[in-house]
């Protein structure tokens, strides 16, 4: 068959697991469970208790994972000083890094800094934080994360607006010429992930209520959300 006339390929929506939402106290084990089900990249969580009141993991934790593993390192920067915490994960050599918009005093200097380490760079929005926020740092993004719950805690419900916002997200970008993947983190259900995929979610933050759910396995969850993501991807497709 020639290539033109070849099917055209199914997009591929990754599951990123986030650790803070794993059994930390047997994390090394944990992470082999998420690989063995064909899992590739894990999001970590860094928080420093001022940009959100929380801290669950810190640059340990990621320096020692990243001694366990091969799965791509997925940053979620939630703190103040954004340049200190992108060279210390690049020291300890991650793939991509999301900083928060609203955090950055100098976003463009601090993207620029992510992607001078060769680490893609993402800008990462609040559920209240307006697309426009990204009209000024385009040229600088490989991604863009949307949150869909109010950063610092797992466990919490989907802010209603924001899955309106993944299409919004998806169009302002194709307006624009800019084939980035979104991610999408907060409450990322088996209820949720449908209606995620089908608006433009290409990263899927699996938390408390996908991959860590108490209801089954690592392996279980995941083959769930696999179903959900097909599920997503065929109405997307109409
Ligand atoms: C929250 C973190 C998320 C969180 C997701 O600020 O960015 O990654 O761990 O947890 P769930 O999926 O339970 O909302
Ligand atoms: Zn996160």
Known sequence: MSVENAAPTKPHIHIAPSVMCADLCNLEADIRELETAGIDMLHFDLMDAHFVPNMPIGLALIQQSRAKTECAFDIHLMVENN???????????????????????????????????????GAALNPATPLSALDYVLERLDF????????????????????????????FLDERGMDLPIEVDGNVSFENIPKMVSAGADILVGGTSSVFHTSGSRAENIQQAQQAIALGLAHREG
Request: glycine share 4%; with cysteine; net charge positive.
């Open 83 to 121: 340049d200190f915490f992108v060279d210390a994960v690049a020291e300890i050599g991650v793939q991509q890094i999301a900083v928060h918009v609203e955090s950055a005093t100098h976003l463009d200097r601090t993207l620029s800094l992510i992607q001078a380490h060769n680490i893609k760079a």
């Open 144 to 171: 863009v994360l949307i949150m869909t719950v109010n950063p610092g805690f797992a466990g919490q419900k989907v802010v209603p607006a924001t899955l309106r916002k993944i299409a919004k997200c998806r169009a």
